[in-house]
T-cell receptor
Framework: AQKITQTQPGMFVQEKEAVTLDCTYD???????LFWYKQPSSGEMIFLIY??????QNATEGRYSLNFQKARKSANLVISASQLGDSAMYFC??????????????FGQGTILTVHP | GAGVSQSPSNKVTEKGKDVELRCDPI?????LYWYRQSLGQGLEFLIY????????KSGLPSDRFSAERTGGSVSTLTIQRTQQEDSAVYLC???????????FGPGTRLTVT
């Protein structure tokens, strides 16, 4: 069974500073994918970044980067130059890569990020 | 282009009533997922449709829950004899066949009184 763990229920960061949101995972599948989604108070789920298990380089998307440490089974999200609009709930998720539930996402518990001015 | 749409956005129902939640995926997306987000359980997978294949129903919490997808497009999630523990936000997501990214709809907030 797949499991995602986010150990930080809440995080605070000063505007313009960088912040790291932790995520560890557990799976026996050799092929998998890791996602980060942002959920503002409006409720929509916004895709941020994706890392495939065979990708050699860490994924980056603008101010978002994923610190992928395969041996440690961690996939931390780094947000650089935080903005007030980054305040939201952040979910780490793992994609099932095969079988009858291909693409099914298993989510972590989420981390609430608050950016202070 | 149009994103994933869901209706209604909010639904309040009495315990014991049946409800239907609708999802319109992005045109051309062959994969469709339903998830549930509740305070106690977080975000959990319910059911997955892929093309004309039999759906993966492994996440449905009880036989009161069912879903169908007509014509490979619109999907309806039906909850029979609703219970208070069914109160949650029900999210639908769709994915293009060869892509990994799932696009989520705005969700339906269900409240069972």
């Amino acid at each position: 069974a797949q499991k995602i763990t986010q150990t930080q229920p809440g995080m605070f960061v000063q505007e313009k500073e960088a912040v790291t949101l932790d995520c560890t995972y557990d799976t026996s599948d050799p092929s998998y994918g890791l996602f980060w989604y942002k959920q503002p108070s409006s409720g929509e789920m916004i895709f941020l970044i994706y890392q495939g298990s065979y990708d050699q380089q860490n994924a980056t998307e603008g101010r978002y980067s994923l610190n992928f440490q395969k041996a440690r089974k961690s996939a931390n999200l780094v947000i650089s130059a935080s903005q007030l609009g980054d305040s939201a709930m952040y979910f780490c998720a793992m994609r099932n890569a095969g079988g009858t539930s291909y693409g099914k996402l298993t989510f972590g518990q989420g981390t609430i990020l608050t950016v202070h001015p | 282009g149009a994103g994933v749409s869901q209706s209604p956005s909010n639904k309040v129902t009495e315990k014991g009533k049946d409800v239907e939640l609708r999802c319109d995926p992005i045109s051309g997306h062959t994969a469709l997922y339903w998830y549930r987000q509740s305070l106690g359980q977080g975000l959990e997978f319910l059911i997955y449709f892929q093309g004309n294949s039999a759906p993966d129903k492994s996440g449905l919490p009880s036989d009161r829950f069912s879903a169908e997808r007509t014509g490979g497009s619109v999907s309806t999630l039906t909850i029979q004899r609703t219970q208070q523990e069914d109160s949650a936000v029900y999210l639908c997501a769709s994915r293009q066949g060869s892509s990994y990214e799932q696009y989520f709809g705005p969700g339906t907030r269900l409240t069972v009184t």
